[in-house]
Structure formats: structure tokens, C-alpha cells
């Protein structure tokens, strides 16, 4: 994680992309990439709904998240799932082609 963009990311960045994660996860359908940018630090990224699914019993969305900062771009799909308290969870990437 030390050489992601996500690594750099202050505060205000990571508030501006999980906020675009959690519009996400709510998304009715799968497509429509949400972007975001902060102009003062320059980090920006995007997020864009995948399938939902069923994962060890928990309801699920795999998310494709980019992020960039100054050169460097980090691109991958991440799962997110349902925890029994209702929130939402990143429980790992996802690699699995659906």
C-alpha cells in the first residue's frame, strides 16, 4: 500500500472518495462511474458499481476503484459486503471475473 496513491491521501481526499464508495455500493445497477477531485491536493479517482452478490452469506458489491495522485495511478476491484450490524465493509479485492 506504501506506493498507492491511497497512501497519500490526506483527510480531505479520503473523505471525497468514500463518499463516492458508499454512492456506490447503494447504486440500483451496475455502470455509471462516480468521479471525484480535490483541487488542493490534486488526488482524484473514480468509482464505478460492479455486480452484486451473495458472499458467505453476507449481500456484497464488487466496486472497480481508481486513484490517483501526481503520476502514480492504482486501479482494482474491491469487495465490499454487508456486515449483520448493516454497515458496509470492505472485506478484500476481488479478481474473480463475473
Not at 49 to 55: H, M, Q, T, V
Request: glycine residues 12%; charged residues 25%.
Amino acid at each position: 500500500m506504501k506506493d498507492r496513491p491511497i497512501s497519500r491521501f490526506g483527510a480531505d481526499d479520503y473523505a471525497l472518495m468514500k463518499a463516492q464508495v458508499d454512492q456506490a455500493i447503494k447504486a440500483e445497477t451496475a455502470g455509471g462511474t462516480l468521479e471525484w477531485k480535490n483541487d488542493k491536493s490534486g488526488a482524484s479517482g473514480s468509482v464505478t458499481p460492479l455486480d452484486r452478490l451473495e458472499w458467505q452469506g453476507m449481500a456484497c458489491r464488487r466496486l472497480q476503484i481508481t486513484n490517483v495522485y501526481g503520476h502514480t495511478t492504482g486501479k482494482g476491484v474491491y469487495r465490499f459486503c454487508q456486515q449483520k450490524s448493516g454497515v458496509w465493509k470492505l472485506v478484500g479485492p476481488d479478481s474473480a471475473q463475473r
